[in-house]
């Protein structure tokens, strides 16, 4: 079973701030999703990777597939970018293997 | 649709009693899965479905816990005897590939 491990559980900063969002898992995966889960609950599938890097306005994710580990950046942080930052993997290759195991997540708070 | 619609938002039910959940997925995608969120931070997989077939149930409590997803019809996830443990938002998915969009969720709170 994939452990999947966030850090930090809690973040805050202020407007402005590059942010880093990290996540490591156990053992070797097919893909890696970034979920942004609003504070009203809603969940936006941000990027979903299987090697090096993506980036969508002003957010970043990388993985490193050797090392078992992805951040997601934020540069230019605003308050709307408040959030819990889920990162989820997917183990295996195949229909079958596309249940996700999650991380805990990490709550962003963005001070104006 | 172009969403995953999720029905009802909230559910409130006495302990013991029948819980039923309904997802429409995206129109054309052919897998649907079923998680679990209790204290607002902790996902669990329960089930995945590839059209009407269950794929992978290996996150299910089988023993009060049951899902379908017919033909022309929402998905559905049903709890036989609901727990207060049950309590948390079940969240549907659908893809068609490796994105999953996620719906609103299903609030469940179980007195």
């Known amino acids: 079973k994939n452990e999947v491990e966030q850090s930090p559980q809690n973040l805050t900063a202020q407007e402005g701030e590059f942010i880093t969002i990290n996540c490591s898992y156990s053992?070797?995966?097919?893909?890696l999703h970034w979920l942004q889960q609003h504070p009203g609950g809603g969940i936006v599938s941000l990027f979903m990777l299987s090697s090096g890097k993506k980036k969508h306005g002003r957010l970043i994710a990388t993985i490193n597939i050797q090392e078992k580990h992805s951040s997601l950046h934020i540069t230019a942080s605003h308050p709307r970018d408040s959030a819990v930052y889920i990162c989820?993997?997917?183990?295996?290759?195949?229909?079958?293997?596309?249940?996700?195991?999650f991380g805990k997540g990490t709550k962003l708070s963005v001070i104006p | 649709g172009e969403e995953v619609a999720q029905t009802p938002k909230h559910l409130v039910r006495g302990e013991g009693q029948k819980a039923k959940l309904y997802c429409a997925p995206i129109k054309g995608h052919s897998y649907v899965f079923w998680y679990q969120q209790v204290l607002k931070n902790e996902f669990k997989f329960l089930i995945s479905?590839?059209?009407?077939?269950?794929?992978?149930e290996t996150g299910m409590p089988k023993e009060r816990f049951s899902a379908k997803c017919l033909p022309n019809s929402p998905c559905s996830l049903e709890i036989q005897a609901t727990k207060l443990e049950d309590s948390a938002v079940y969240f549907c998915a659908s893809s068609h590939s490796d994105t999953q969009y996620f719906g609103p969720g299903t609030r469940l709170t179980v007195l």
């Open positions: 053992v070797g995966i097919s893909a």
């Open positions: 479905f590839q059209n009407e077939n269950v794929f992978d």
């Open positions: 989820a993997v997917r183990s295996g290759s195949g229909a079958g293997s596309y249940q996700l195991t």
